[in-house]
Structures are given as structure tokens and as C-alpha cells.
């Protein structure tokens, strides 16, 4: 009998575990530079002219159009196969956070701020926002990433001097905030926003891939702000522990990040080149290409 209550209490305990595992989507982000078409469920997205659309599963039948208005078109769109989340605003005036219901077609404000606020990533209910952390106007401005839970209405905040936020399976990432073109700190948090980790103190760009984090790092990794036109590409666990060099020194800057190749322009910005990652073959590219 006690080998049945314990056996009923183990599952008890596994049950309530695989209960409280945080498996909410991450919603992907559709922009004007590098992610044009998201084809998400029944949905095509699509922000390859100036206007977010949104398309049927074949991209062929259009369904919503953001359209243009008194306010600051949006450079980014969070997608589900539910919703839509994007960020209307216009300078010195209210941020809205708006929702399209993929299923009703219909949009409607979820959040309102009296202030600059702008979406920087979805999991779920929780809206990631970046907001001015400055207590004055005089002085330069600071991002702060907090958090916003849709069903409760709580608000969290989760770093300071936080910017270009993606979010991973076990930890989100940020970098610290730069005033012209540099490498900078960038760190990665769990879910519960305590004890950030330093990922690299001169990362110049990242990208999260599956469980991993590949990074352009500036060398030499400990000076002040590195050299960016030399770059070389890490791959590590969202930790920061087993971390891996998968290039050389590029002599240049790596705009690209993939599982397989990097591309990147030369110093003078004059050519553009493509890196395998397992065979270390370059190859120039067309424009044709880019």
C-alpha cells in the first residue's frame, strides 16, 4: 500500500511539474529588413512594401492590411497563428499596443502608456517593451525592458540599459544600449528576470537558433569597446557555457548569422561575402544575391 502511495504521489508531483512548464510560443517577428514573409499556420505574413499584410496560407488571398495613419508606422510585427501585436505611436503623444485577432479580423488597443513605449518581443501573454528609463529630459536616453502579462494585467521589470531583445527556449537576451555604430555587452536572463549572465562584453550582433546563441564578438574580447572590423563568430548554449569559436577573424563585418553561414561586407563595405560554416569555403556575392 505505501509502495502505491508513493508511486501516486510521484506521478502527483511529475503531473504538476509538466503542469507549470512554460511552453507559451514565442511569436515571430516580421520587419522591414531581414524578415519580410512569415508563413505561420493558415497565415502568410508579409512586409515586403511599405504596408504589414497579412495573406492566407498560400500568400495568395489577402486578408488585413495595416494601413498607414497619424502615427509612427511600425518597424516590427509579432505573428501567432492567433494574433498579430504591434506598437502605435507618434512622438509626444499616447503608446497604444495593439492586437489583431487573426480569426475576427478585428484590432483593438490591449495596453495604453502616457509615455514612449514600444513592443520588443511576445511569448504567450507576456509583451516584452522597451521604455525611456531617464528621469530627465536632458538626460540620454535609456532603455528598459519590462514585461506585460495580458491576462493579469502586472507589469515586471526586467533589466535597464536593455535593447535589441530575442527571446530563447530557457532565457531571453538583450544588449546594452550603443549611440552610434559599436559592440557592446550583451547578457541572457531566465524567466524568472533574476541573475543575468554576460554573454560577451563586445558583441556586435547575435541571433538565437534553435538552443543556441551564435554572436559576432569584436576583438579583442576585453577592450573597451573592441575592434568591429574584426569579427569573429561564437556559438554557445543560451547559459553562455560551451562556448565555441566557428570562424576565424573576419576582417569585416558580419551581417548575417545562420546555422550553417555568415555573410558579411568587407571594411570598405564595398563586397559582400558568404562563409560555410562547416567547410570554411567563401564565396563574393552578387547583389543579386544579398
Known amino acids: 500500500m505505501k509502495k502505491i502511495l508513493g508511486i501516486l504521489v510521484l506521478f502527483f508531483t511529475l503531473s504538476l511539474s509538466f503542469s507549470f512548464a512554460d511552453n507559451s510560443e514565442i511569436f515571430s517577428k516580421v520587419d522591414h529588413n531581414y ?3 512569415v508563413q505561420i499556420g493558415n497565415y502568410t505574413f508579409n512586409y515586403k512594401t511599405d504596408l ?3 495573406f492566407d496560407k498560400t500568400g495568395k488571398k489577402q486578408l488585413i492590411t495595416v494601413y498607414k495613419g497619424d502615427f509612427n508606422y511600425p518597424t516590427a510585427f509579432f505573428v501567432s497563428d492567433k494574433y498579430v501585436y504591434y506598437t502605435k505611436y507618434k512622438d509626444g503623444k499616447n503608446a497604444l499596443f495593439m492586437q489583431i485577432d487573426l480569426a475576427t479580423k478585428k484590432t483593438k488597443a490591449v495596453k495604453q502608456y502616457k509615455h514612449f513605449a514600444s513592443i520588443s518581443a511576445v511569448k504567450g501573454s507576456d509583451i516584452y517593451y522597451e521604455i525611456d528609463s531617464k528621469k530627465n529630459k536632458d538626460e540620454m536616453y535609456v532603455p528598459q525592458l519590462k ?3 495580458l491576462k493579469t494585467g502586472k507589469e515586471k521589470s526586467v533589466a535597464i540599459n536593455a535593447t535589441n531583445v530575442n527571446l530563447g527556449k530557457n532565457s531571453l537576451f538583450y544588449m546594452a544600449q550603443t549611440y552610434d555604430v559599436s559592440a557592446t555587452t550583451l547578457h541572457s536572463i531566465t524567466y524568472d528576470y533574476k541573475n543575468p549572465k554576460l554573454i560577451s562584453n563586445t ?3 547575435y541571433e538565437i537558433i534553435g538552443i543556441k546563441v551564435y554572436y559576432a564578438q569584436a576583438t579583442p574580447e576585453y ?5 568591429i572590423t574584426k569579427q569573429i563568430l561564437y556559438v554557445c548554449s543560451e547559459d553562455g557555457s560551451n562556448k565555441k569559436a566557428l570562424t576565424g577573424v573576419i576582417n569585416g563585418y558580419i551581417t548575417k548569422i545562420t546555422a550553417d ?3 558579411f561586407m568587407s571594411e570598405n563595405q564595398s563586397k559582400y561575402y558568404r562563409m560555410n560554416l562547416k567547410t570554411k569555403k567563401t564565396i563574393e556575392l ?3 544575391d544579398r
Open 203 to 205: 558583441a556586435f550582433s
Open 52 to 54: 504589414f499584410k497579412v
Open 286 to 288: 552578387k547583389p543579386s
Open 147 to 149: 514585461v506585460l502579462n
Open 223 to 227: 577592450s573597451s569597446n573592441g575592434d
Open 35 to 37: 524578415n519580410k514573409i
Open 261 to 263: 553561414y555568415v555573410e
